[in-house]
């Protein structure tokens, strides 16, 4: 609501940028809001690549890079893709934490 403020940048869920978007366009002087929201940030998994790194229990470490530790929490994978198989079936059985 600062006056300073000329416009609002924003990556997340749709209810907090549409929150934004009202408070933008109710100003004395309206902003832009450049927003992306409400992803579900496909994930394609590459078999060759599943168990191959440790994590600290010993155990393949293929849920962390996707849910944690790793950037921002924004990007919430939603939809995963991948062929079908033993390790794929340990990579979904991993994730069930």
């Known amino acids: 609501m600062h006056p300073k403020v000329k416009g609002v940048g924003f990556t997340g869920s749709t209810n907090g940028g549409m929150a934004l978007y009202r408070l933008a366009t109710q100003r004395k002087e309206p902003i832009p809001v ?11 998994v590459l078999t060759i690549c599943l168990g191959t790194k440790k994590g600290p229990n010993g155990r393949p470490n293929t849920q962390g890079p996707l849910c944690w530790e790793r950037g921002n929490f924004a990007p919430n994978p939603g939809l995963i893709l991948g062929i079908k198989g033993p390790s794929m079936d340990n990579f979904v059985t991993a994730l069930r934490f």
């Open 34 to 44: 450049f927003a992306e929201m409400g992803s579900i940030n496909p994930v394609i």
